[in-house]
């Protein structure tokens, strides 16, 4: 096992660690036996998975990627609220504005892990669902169809989910 990839591997999950574990409140000989926990932990672990990751999968880590990923995650929470009230408007109204149907969306993605981060960023947006995948393009069911042109449906649908998971899978 390489070097390089252990402690990487043991580095990040360790970070990954800390924040599940911090608290404003937590004393600092309770944080200690936490830290001291999560570094063995993450040593275990880091000894038996290591072998497990390839170069090409460290490279997720750089920085530049986790930022446009934590960039990514806000915009997906963003608009997971901006959905969740507006499918709110559309059950709570007495006729209910739906106009259900299927579009097919083309998506620039090449890699199977980030056509899965998009499709489950859509399926997890109240009133959208991913229902297949073929080559490049999603079959998408949405509960009102705004656009019958499946290239602006596709970015009204993919939002800015796509443009941060490129930079991501870059």
Same mark, same amino acid.
Do not use: C
């Given at each position: 096992?390489?070097?390089? =990839?252990?402690?990487? *591997?043991?580095?990040?999950?360790?970070?990954?660690?800390?924040?599940?574990?911090? #608290?404003?409140?937590? #004393?600092?000989? %309770?944080?200690?036996?936490?830290?001291?926990?999560?570094?063995?932990?993450?040593?275990?672990?880091?000894?038996?998975?290591?072998?497990?990751?390839?170069?090409?999968?460290?490279?997720?880590?750089?920085?530049?990627? *986790?930022?446009?990923?934590?960039?990514?995650?806000?915009?997906?929470?963003?608009?997971?609220? =901006?959905?969740?009230?507006?499918?709110?408007?559309?059950?709570? #109204?007495?006729?209910?504005?739906?106009?259900? @149907?299927? *579009?097919?969306?083309?998506?620039?993605?090449?890699?199977?892990?980030?056509?899965?981060?998009? @499709?489950?960023?859509?399926?997890?947006?109240? @009133?959208?669902?991913?229902?297949?995948?073929?080559?490049?393009?999603?079959?998408?069911?949405? *509960?009102?169809?705004?656009?019958?042109?499946?290239?602006? %449906?596709?970015?009204?649908? =993919? @939002?800015?989910?796509?443009?941060?998971?490129?930079?991501?899978?870059?």
């Amino acid at each position: 096992m390489e070097e390089g =990839k252990f402690a990487y *591997v043991a580095v990040v999950l360790t970070i990954i660690w800390i924040a599940l574990i911090y #608290s404003p409140g937590i #004393s600092m000989e %309770a944080f200690l036996q936490e830290f001291i926990a999560g570094v063995v932990v993450a040593v275990a672990i880091a000894a038996i998975t290591a072998g497990n990751f390839e170069d090409a999968g460290l490279r997720y880590f750089h920085p530049r990627r *986790v930022a446009y990923f934590i960039a990514f995650l806000f915009i997906f929470l963003i608009e997971m609220i =901006k959905a969740n009230l507006n499918m709110a408007r559309i059950v709570l #109204s007495p006729k209910p504005p739906v106009k259900p @149907g299927i *579009v097919e969306i083309e998506t620039e993605l090449k890699q199977p892990s980030a056509r899965l981060f998009l @499709g489950n960023a859509i399926t997890l947006t109240p @009133g959208t669902m991913t229902l297949d995948y073929k080559d490049n393009k999603a079959y998408i069911h949405w *509960v009102y169809v705004e656009s019958e042109d499946s290239k602006k %449906a596709g970015e009204i649908i =993919k @939002g800015k989910f796509e443009k941060f998971l490129k930079e991501v899978y870059s």
